[in-house]
């Protein structure tokens, strides 16, 4: 972590004078990419038509959690950019988890998932809510369980797992939701039209919230295709920001690591569609976008933006808002009699 | 009431031997009628492309709730055959609700909406769990703030409202609710195509338990086009049923009508997708189909049927299995900075 962080410096050092004379266009196609038009195929999980299929139901389905109350889609709604518009995760039994549920939208693209990287990829990821008491409260046994249980589901994941001898499986259901879940991509952006070379994309509030971005220091952390969600990095590189908004008790990426470097570390966010997805950090605790730039400039930047500034820069992160992918409500198999009921506590 | 009890109990007695010799379908269709293939138009309500859609938007949203978290889907999962596989609704703060959530899919064809029906249409109904605090928990002065401070509202409802001068209301929310799941129909289940004339729609077990359903004793309260939702009667006819069933605490429409006759009074629920659709009756204390059959036998025409009959009914009501309508799942317009945040207490 030490090294990341000296890099993390030098870079904002860099950032300040870097891009301010050069053309935009040249300079943000260096930091940035656009977000592809067609869901990225994942190594060791090919998608098909038939896994994507049950992914999409397996996503939506409340049986996964005990109370057959709660679905991925509770909080990673993809009618509201894959994400709950809630502070913190509310599941099992209306407890509140203890942080900001980030949209599933474009995660694909991130480098590890959850606000701490602690699962490597979706299908990892995807069997953490479904068994945390505070989400989902269920486990492998059960889920495996109720899946067998209800007989639609058997011809949809032996399709989906074709050749395999028990394919109900707990990994399987992971699997399917990974490459439903890499479909769920917001390409055509007013910004990847503009990295596309629509040079008119961008307005011109926009156009200077983009110059405010990359010469003020924040491409370092968030740039790539997902303007975020590459790497790690303290929440207060220069600033402790209030204990409000990074409550102490929520080390971050230390209570994965146990290394001391890593304490208050987080994963950078993907920015990807962050007008919609309110409210903002780990903590959920800043509802307005304006000011979420705001602490992001004095904890990491050690500035004070002026108002023309923030105003540009959120015009900016506006123009991050992509087209939200189209999907069709599923139509879940049945539950038989042998069902698992639903346990509400 | 009384009359109507009078009136059931000749209809009962009547029921035991006038079916049995006539043709099977000739006889069905005297007391039943297919779903239409298109969804119905209301009076006082028509339909427009732009009011399903807003009622559709409407349907998904949870920021219709006050901890933005439940929608009407919550509870009437389009894809769950419209209901929620709990036994009673479960809403704000993880409480359970007093009964078991009656499936919105072809509830348009009911005579009055909720097991009392104390709600005349959709319209009312709609305007019901919004409001109650043992569900949504809002109320129309923050579910009319909510949807004016979200911007993309504004234009929904006027497309959906022509001509009015303040289109964002409830009256106008639950008018476009009842007109989207006006549309949530069912047709084309093996019943249907029975009834329209595929005399091999339904198999022979079916078909013996149609005979059953018919001479028995059930069809009185369960027929027409959805087979019961027309009429209240006595839950208990000839017997009262188990107090675990029937909860001494919910008189069902006296509650309404504070009229003695009408103690332990329901709708007759329509038994459309009744397989998909457990557990069973407004406690949904009855989670097997074959055992609902067997309460109904006892409670209503005092009667046991034997295991074959119990069988053959079973069949019968798989047969009442229709398609499913297929929907979008809607992309909600985003929240804006002056949104209520959710309240989860």
């Known amino acids: 972590m030490k090294k990341r962080a000296l890099l993390l410096f030098a870079l904002l050092c860099l950032g300040n004078s870097a891009f301010a004379a050069d053309d935009l266009t040249t300079q943000a196609k260096k930091l940035f990419k656009p977000i592809p038009s067609k869901a990225p195929s994942l190594k060791e999980n090919p998608a098909t038509a038939a896994k994507i299929d049950l992914g999409r139901k397996l996503f939506f389905d409340p049986r996964l959690s005990s109370s057959q ?3 991925c889609n509770t909080c990673h709604n993809v009618g509201l950019f894959g994400a709950d518009l809630q502070e913190t995760a509310v599941g099992h039994g209306w ?14 693209f991130d480098a590890a998932q959850f606000w701490d990287g602690r699962a490597k990829d979706l299908q990892t990821q995807a069997k953490g809510p479904v068994q945390a008491n505070v989400e989902m409260n269920s486990n492998p046994e059960l ?21 395999q001898k028990d394919p109900v499986s707990f990994d399987n259901m992971a699997r399917a939701i990974e490459v439903f879940e890499a479909t769920l991509i917001t390409p055509s952006s ?18 200077r919230g983009l110059k405010v971005f990359m010469n003020k220091g924040c491409a370092p952390c968030h740039a ?11 929440f207060g590189v220069r600033e402790a920001p209030a204990t409000e908004i990074r409550p102490s008790g929520d080390t971050g990426r230390f209570m994965v690591t146990n290394t001391e470097s890593d304490r208050y570390v987080f994963k950078a ?22 000011d979420a730039v705001a602490v992001m400039a004095s904890a990491q930047l050690g500035i004070k933006l002026s108002d023309h500034e923030v105003d540009d820069t959120v015009a900016f992160l506006h123009a991050l808002t992509g087209k939200e992918p189209r999907i069709a409500y599923p139509l879940l198999p049945p539950s038989s009699d042998t069902t698992p009921q639903p346990k509400l506590k």
């Not at 007013?190 to 156009?207: S, V, W, Y």
């Open 69 to 71: 109350l709660i679905s």
């Open 95 to 108: 407890q509140k988890g203890p942080r900001n549920s980030p949209t599933v939208f474009n995660a694909v």
């Open 143 to 163: 889920v495996v369980k109720t899946l067998k249980s209800i007989p639609g589901y058997g011809p949809l994941f032996r399709a989906a797992f074709p050749g």
């Open 190 to 207: 007013p910004f990847d039209r503009f990295l596309q070379g629509d040079t008119k994309a961008l307005n011109a509030a926009q156009k």
């Open 224 to 234: 790539g295709v997902n303007v975020g969600g590459a790497d790690y990095y303290p």
């Open 269 to 290: 966010p993907s920015l990807r569609n962050v007008a919609a997805t309110q409210p903002y950090f780990h903590s959920g605790k800043v509802w307005k976008l304006r």
